[in-house]
């Protein structure tokens, strides 16, 4: 099975998916979209309101605000993968709770096995613990860092700005980098060695490029 196929099945088992209390009040789950080889996946928090309508990643204003970023970063919205978390709506886009991420897990896992995404930008704070677990998004959001084979990018959630606009131009500044780090990750990618995989932050390469 290739990797647009197991994508396939893997939303397949989503939509009809019955691990937690999600199921109940959505419409439409989102398993996430985009090329199945990408080597930029983006990972956010939970659909809302226009995800549930949808069954498409980032549709409402926050996933206009991406498109935004990811142009500014150099990148078209069709040449990443982006999902989230938990794919289906928590109930007035509240905070995924505990069993709902561990629910949701294993078909991320699977997503990340069989795209192979070279680098992954986590939006906002509960995709970020996936990777930091004990970090603040405020102290580390930019930050590139190698865990295992992936180089992984922390930023805000574009809804944060929504709420803060504050927040906006730290967005954009992080984003703008987004090739930058890319490139970098290309270029050191092949050096690496794949005989060890920390999953932890302190075993990680922190670089910074701000």
């Not at 990443?80 to 509240?94: L, M």
């Not at 970020?128 to 959630?157: T, V």
Request: hydrophobic content about 40%; glycine content about 8%.
């Amino acid at each position: 099975m290739n990797a647009d196929e197991t994508l396939r099945e893997i939303a397949t088992e989503i939509n009809s998916c019955r691990q937690c209390i999600l199921c109940q009040s959505r419409k439409l789950a989102v398993p996430g979209e985009g090329p199945a080889d990408a080597q930029v996946m983006l990972i956010g928090e939970g659909p809302g309101f226009h995800e549930n309508e949808q069954g498409r990643p980032f549709v409402g204003q926050a996933g206009m605000f991406l498109n935004e970023l990811l142009a500014h970063g150099g990148f078209k919205r069709e040449t990443v993968f982006i999902t989230n978390v938990v794919k289906c709506r928590p109930p007035g886009n509240r905070d995924p709770q505990p069993e709902e991420l561990a629910a949701c897990q294993t078909y991320l896992d699977r997503q990340i096995a069989a795209i192979n995404p070279l680098v992954i930008v986590t939006l906002g704070r509960f995709s970020m613990a996936r990777y930091f677990k004990d970090a603040k998004i405020s102290g580390i959001h930019g930050r590139a860092s190698w865990i295992g084979e992936r180089f992984i990018i922390p930023m805000y959630h574009p809804a944060a700005a929504l709420h803060q606009p504050a927040l906006k131009q730290t967005l954009i500044h992080d984003f703008s980098q987004l090739s930058v780090l890319v490139d970098k990750a290309r270029q050191t990618a092949g050096s690496r060695s794949s005989a060890s995989e920390p999953e932890a932050e302190d075993d990680a390469t922190q670089l910074s490029f701000f």
